[in-house]
């Protein structure tokens, strides 16, 4: 497609689950024709450099650690306050040089976590899109706490919302289930909607037909469009050559490792677990996790990260090397694609949530904390592409019903209907984002009304 001189910021919020959605989603804009620059953060930049190969131009912004990043902040709240006032600075600096260097930039597309980028776009007249990572039920659920139309805390029965399913009070994001366990990120997400009326457009890392209630309820409200699933294009529709992998990894994976030992497990064998690149599991948590690998029989391919290796019980590796594999990091995507993979157990964070949808793959969900217990909600009972294991009183998943979910999935006849609604699922992503199908109508939709 000819360019049309059209340029647009990209700007996550700097974790991976924010990068990886937002520099494919520049992918599809670059594919459009569009000069799209992705803005990391200058420490980010340090760790992870971009590729010299890549049609997407680089940037960089302040947040205020730039020599080691959030690690370098003595809390959420100094890191986040540093954020919003060395980024907001750094942004406008950044647009002002790109505007002397006649790279003149036309809209931002930013991460809904960052509000004040919003305010810095009004300030040079710049067309806006706040894009959503997380699903519209866990931003319906925020929206209603943040307008105090939900209280917190919640009161101990159902909660009906618009376009949502009853939902128990476990089963909404644990920032608002237990107010009190992080109030900064509480407060981060709930602030999502501090400014976003006046934002020219809501993207949303879904595709229509995940969750058209909802989304039907949010359409009344703001201009939303549906842009996903933000997933490499050669596990979709194959249309952006060498689009394999995201591109940008904070940690590196044991590719080669990986793949080898599925290559030589049968067809439909093996558990894929994998808790993403945030969540810090619980030593017992680990231990349960290992006696139920280890009691099930099944093949196993378990990422635990080189920080909590040492929470593996002595001896774990070498008593279960005839039947599994224990990897600091692993090429995700790939696995998930791999034959011999049946199952996946994950901390359903959306990004790996939507892998797992767009690649067919069964889940047993284990969720840990933030939008993870509503994503769960719905693998199960309203996708019904998986099962959860439900934690215990003390928020521990029991290796007997982690070993009684594998079998159901992996064994059982609610493993069979699992198994015809993923294929759905995976059609359905697949044609949302292929020629002519709503997300990718939408995405041309953006950048023609950019263009004019």
């Given at each position: 497609m000819t360019s049309c001189k059209v340029h647009v910021l990209?700007?996550?919020?700097?974790?991976?689950?924010?990068?990886?959605?937002?520099?494919?989603?520049?992918?599809?804009?670059?594919?459009?024709?569009?000069?799209?620059?992705?803005?990391?953060?200058?420490?980010?930049?340090?760790?992870?450099?971009?590729?010299?190969?890549?049609?997407?131009?680089?940037?960089?912004?302040?947040?205020?650690?730039?020599?080691?990043?959030?690690?370098?902040?003595?809390?959420?709240?100094?890191?986040?306050?540093?954020?919003?006032?060395?980024?907001?600075?750094?942004?406008?600096?950044?647009?002002?040089?790109?505007?002397?260097?006649?790279q003149p930039v036309q809209a931002i597309v930013y991460d809904s976590f960052l509000p004040w980028a919003l305010d810095v776009a009004k300030q040079f007249g710049l067309v806006t899109a706040a894009f959503f990572t997380q699903t519209c039920a866990v931003n319906s659920i925020y929206y209603h706490v943040y307008k105090g139309f939900l209280k917190i805390p919640l009161a101990d029965s159902p909660i009906s919302l618009p376009g949502l399913p009853l939902l128990q009070p476990k089963?909404?994001?644990?920032?608002?289930?237990?107010?009190?366990?992080?109030?900064?990120?509480r407060e981060l997400l709930l602030n999502q909607f501090c400014n976003v009326d006046q934002a020219d457009w809501i993207l949303l890392n879904i595709f229509q037909k995940l969750e058209e209630d909802v989304l039907n309820w949010m359409e009344k409200i703001w201009r939303v469009r549906t842009v996903g699933p933000t997933v490499p294009s050669m596990y979709l529709d194959k249309r952006l050559e060498d689009d394999k992998s995201y591109g940008i990894n904070l940690f590196k994976p044991d590719s080669s490792l990986c793949i080898n030992w599925l290559n030589k497990q049968p067809k439909g064998s093996a558990v894929y677990v994998s808790f993403g690149s945030w969540t810090e599991i619980d030593v017992e948590q680990?231990?349960?996790?290992?006696?139920?690998?280890?009691?099930?029989?099944?093949?196993?391919?378990?990422?635990?990260?080189?920080?909590?290796?040492?929470?593996?019980?002595?001896?774990?590796?070498?008593?279960?090397?005839?039947?599994?594999?224990?990897?600091?990091?692993?090429?995700?995507?790939?696995?998930?694609?791999?034959?011999?993979?049946?199952?996946?157990?994950?901390?359903?964070?959306?990004?790996s949530v939507l892998e797992a949808l767009s690649l067919g793959v069964?889940?047993?969900?284990?969720?840990?904390?933030?939008?993870?217990?509503?994503?769960?909600?719905?693998?199960?009972?309203?996708?019904?592409?998986?099962?959860?294991?439900?934690?215990?009183?003390?928020?521990?998943?029991?290796?007997?019903?982690?070993?009684?979910?594998?079998?159901?999935i992996m064994e059982g006849e609610k493993g069979k209907k699992i198994e015809e609604n993923v294929i759905k699922w995976k059609n359905l992503a697949k044609e949302a984002i292929d020629d002519g199908g709503s997300s990718d109508k939408n995405i041309v939709e953006f950048v023609a009304e950019l263009a004019r």
């Open positions: 990209v700007l996550p919020y700097p974790a991976q689950g924010h990068i990886n959605p937002l520099l494919q989603f520049c992918k599809r804009l670059v594919a459009k024709g569009v000069k799209a620059t992705f803005v990391n953060t200058v420490s980010l930049s340090k760790s992870v450099p971009a590729d010299p190969k890549s049609s997407i131009n680089f940037e960089t912004i302040s947040d205020g650690h730039d020599e080691v990043g959030y690690a370098g902040a003595e809390s959420h709240e100094v890191y986040l306050k540093k954020l919003r006032t060395a980024g907001s600075k750094t942004l406008a600096d950044l647009i002002k040089k790109l505007e002397d260097n006649g089963e909404t994001p644990s920032f608002v289930y237990l107010p009190d366990s992080y109030p900064a990120f680990v231990e349960e996790i290992a006696s139920a690998l280890k009691e099930s029989g099944f093949k196993f391919l378990w990422v635990v990260r080189e920080f909590e290796k040492e929470k593996l019980p002595s001896n774990f590796i070498d008593e279960t090397s005839d039947n599994g594999l224990v990897v600091t990091w692993s090429p995700q995507l790939e696995v998930l694609a791999h034959e011999s993979v049946a199952c996946f157990v994950t901390h359903c964070g959306f990004n069964p889940v047993v969900a284990a969720p840990q904390w933030t939008d993870q217990p509503t994503n769960a909600k719905f693998l199960e009972d309203v996708w019904g592409v998986g099962v959860r294991a439900h934690a215990d009183e003390k928020g521990i998943v029991r290796r007997e019903t982690l070993v009684s979910c594998l079998k159901e």
